[in-house]
Each structure stands twice: as C-alpha cells, then as structure tokens.
C-alpha cells in the first residue's frame, strides 16, 4: 500500500527544475526566454571588452603623460608617434602636431588661423576618441531599461496560458495551477538577470568614460596652450621682418 501511495505521488508531483519549465513554457515565453539570456550573455561579453579596454586606455595614458612631460622634444616624440597606431592622448598629439607641420610647411601667416585649424584638428580627434570610448554602452542602456519588461510581458503571456490550461482542465489544484505560474514567472526572473548587471555596468563604465573623456580634454586644452605659444615664438619674428 505504501509502495503505490509513494508511485502515485511520485506521478502527481510536477517536474518543476528550471530546464522543464523552460520545456514546458509556450512558443513565445520561450522565445522571450532565449532572447533574454542572448541579452545576458552580450552584457557580460561588453563588460569584459570594456573593462580591459578602460584598463589598456588607463595605462596608456598615464605613459603618455609621462613621456610628455619628461622634457622630451615635441618634434622627437611626434616622429616616433606618427608611425604607430595612436588612440587617445597620443592620438589627439599627432593630430595637433600633423596640422602643426602642414600649416608651417605652406607657409601659415596667421596666428590666429593656424590655433583654430590646430583647435578643430584635436577637437576632431577627441570627439573620434569619446564616441569610442562609449561605444556599446547605448547596448547596455537598451538592455537594462527593457530587460524587465520584456520579461514581464514573458510572464503576462505564460500567466494567461496557465489560466486557459485551468479553464480547460476545470481544475483549481495548487499542482495543476503552480507549474504554470513558475514557468510564467521564470521570464521575468531571467529578465531581471539580465537588466540588473546591464544597468550597474552601464553607471559604472559611463563614469569610467566620461573620466577619460576628461582627461583627454584637459591634454587638449594644455597642449593647445603650448602651441600658442611656440606659434607666437614662430610667426612674430617673421611678421615684425615683413
């Protein structure tokens, strides 16, 4: 008697692991399900990108500013730059520099059109450099802000399959209704998974780019100071001999 009281109670218990309810859910909770964990795993996938790239950019910009500042001449430092791939500081360096020795080798007469031609030159280079430092970031944005509600409109869908599953079956058991509502539920569940880290990468790493979006504008600012100077140097001599 114990033996088929235990065999039929081991029937009537539902499968209720995260895989059978992922099975048992409808077309579109499932689809809503799997669009959600590709969600998750681009979040994570832009979360590491980022955070070695914002590393690699720390790093590169503390070297710049060291050898900058070192007293090394400008000319020496641009030759050895300008046969590189430069991002950042550097970059925003050569640019000034490259728009420097054009202007100078065509003869540039005007102190005042030579720094806006070297001013829009890095403000060129900076605004290339931001965009890339908040490439992506827009993603995790979408994803933290949607994630939830495209896991709740899972849930309303799965919810409203259960409830025609009860009608059908005429039956308001707990075991019949609660397989049906964790199933329901399991999409938003996997949406908050999926928007909580979006969400808290995105604060994190907008902070990280705007910091380095700063540092960048400052360099600017200062190496454009250091230029206006060495055109006055340059060109005041040789407008006071005409």
Sequence with gaps: MDTTTTALAAVATPDITLWSLF????????????GLLAA????????????????????????FEQVFWSG??????????????NTGLSAIFVAAMREWKKSFE???????????????????TLARE???????????????????????FGTVVGIMTSFQAIAGSKSTNLAVVAPGI??????????????????????????????????????ADEFSAILSRQIDEKLQPRQAAQ
């Excluded at 003869?107 to 001013?119: C, E, F, K």
């Excluded at 399991?186 to 907008?206: C, D, E, H, M, Q």
């Design 182 to 219: 964790a199933e329901a539920l399991l999409a938003t569940a996997i949406g908050l998974v999926a928007a909580i880290p979006a969400v808290i990468a995105y604060n994190k790493f907008s902070g990280d780019a705007g910091k380095l979006s700063a540092r960048m504008e400052g360099f």
């Design 130 to 152: 931001s965009e890339h430092l908040t490439a992506r970031l827009a993603s995790l944005a979408t994803i933290g802000s949607a994630g939830p509600f495209i896991g709740l």
């Design 72 to 85: 090394q001449s400008l000319e020496e430092l641009y030759r050895t730059l300008s046969e590189r791939t």
């Design 106 to 124: 065509r003869g540039a007469r005007s102190p005042i059109g030579l720094q806006m031609r070297i001013d829009r030159a890095m403000d060129v």
């Design 40 to 63: 998750s795993v681009w979040t994570w996938a832009i979360v590491i990108d980022k955070y070695i790239s914002y590393a690699r950019a720390r790093r590169q910009f503390d070297h």
């Design 23 to 34: 099975m048992q859910a409808g077309l579109v909770v499932k689809l809503v399900m799997l």
